[in-house]
């Protein structure tokens, strides 16, 4: 079907005398008119405006209130910029350049590269744990675990980055997760913990099913905080304590059955994060896992890192550095 013209004139149908073609179009088709419009061409004083169809009666009237009020003003343009929020930026340089730095660093944190974990065996301790080196010799199990720990009950602490340096691999694998660190528990009866899901240790009200043996106001005794991430979320947490910084244990365990307490238990290692997964090994090699993001570790988490090696077993060796924010380095 062929389009039909409807023809304005400028100068005596239009209030102002003009016409902007994208402003009457957009009126148009934001109109309630039915009929599909096709275009707009303006010559002189002539204004066609061309649609698939002939207008209803109801649409014409649309159309001829539309033109008596069509100011002649074309659409805001997305070339001009108008300042929403007046920002001072008052970094710059003896030159007066703006400086910019982009770091993923949390504010009040510092840079810390380490090629070891913490002493576990001292919740104050920097920096003066297992060494994050795996070596596999021939014979050694064909899958061999490392696990490092941090002391952050006190330390709040970021993971940002990794390097591994290897040699001799043949296609070995390496993979780093973050584990809960696990009480010891048994099966009871009448007892205030059940197992959820067959993983996680929640609040039961003298009718639980397991008993914790560890000590949970140990600091690695099986409480797992649950960080905030950069939303403000936090995973459901079915457990809330107190730390004492004096005697440097926790006090006040009580339970969260609805799921917004800060801590968790858990009855088995199960990762809660996996920042590197089966990376390939071959021959000698350096490989950097960078981000631009960084993650908060939660007391009672631990790096496990875990070695595969392929067949025909061989010896090989491999060290990693990670880079953390730390509120304290020493």
């Given at each position: 079907m062929a389009d039909v013209k409807y023809t304005f004139s400028v100068s005596q149908d239009f209030p102002n005398?003009?016409?902007?073609?994208?402003?009457?179009?957009?009126?148009?088709?934001?109109?309630e008119i039915v009929t599909a419009l096709n275009y707009i061409t303006v010559v002189g004083d002539v204004c066609d405006v061309y649609f698939k169809a002939e207008?209803?009666?109801?649409?014409e009237l649309i159309l001829s209130d539309l033109i008596d009020n069509h100011d002649g003003e074309p659409l805001e343009s997305y070339d001009e910029v108008s300042v929403v929020n007046e920002v001072e930026l008052a970094v710059t340089n003896a030159s007066g350049k703006l400086e910019v730095h982009e770091s993923s660093r949390v504010s009040g944190s510092t840079t810390y590269f380490t090629g070891a974990g913490d002493d576990a065996s001292d919740i104050t301790d920097v920096g003066n744990g297992e060494l994050f080196m795996l070596s596999h010799r021939v014979g050694d199990p064909l899958t061999q675990y490392l696990y490092l720990d941090f002391n952050i009950v006190e330390n709040r602490t970021w993971i940002h980055e990794g390097y591994i340096v290897w040699k001799d691999a043949r296609f070995d694998l390496?993979?780093?997760?973050?584990?809960?660190?696990?009480?010891?528990?048994?099966?009871?009866?009448?007892?205030?913990?059940?197992?959820?899901?067959?993983?996680?240790?929640?609040?039961?009200n003298g009718d639980g099913s397991i008993e914790i043996v560890s000590d949970l106001t140990d600091p690695r005794g099986g409480l797992v905080f649950m960080p905030v991430d950069e939303s403000g979320n936090r995973t459901a947490g079915f457990w809330n304590a107190d730390w004492n910084s004096t005697t440097k244990q926790y006090e006040n365990i009580t339970p969260a059955p609805t799921g917004n307490g800060i801590y968790n238990i858990f009855a088995y290692e199960t990762p809660l994060l996996r920042f590197v997964n089966k990376q390939t090994m071959i021959g000698n090699g350096f490989q950097r896992m960078q981000t631009a993001d960084a993650d908060e570790l939660g007391q009672g988490m631990r790096l496990r890192v875990t070695g595969v090696t392929i067949e025909p077993d061989h010896d090989w060796y491999c060290g990693c550095v990670l880079t953390l924010y730390r509120e304290r380095t020493v």
């Open positions: 005398g003009i016409v902007a073609t994208d402003k009457l179009e957009y009126e148009i088709r934001n109109s207008l209803s009666s109801g649409d390496i993979t780093f997760d973050i584990v809960p660190i696990v009480p010891t528990w048994t099966l009871s009866s009448g007892t205030n913990y059940n197992l959820y899901n067959n993983y996680l240790i929640i609040p039961a």
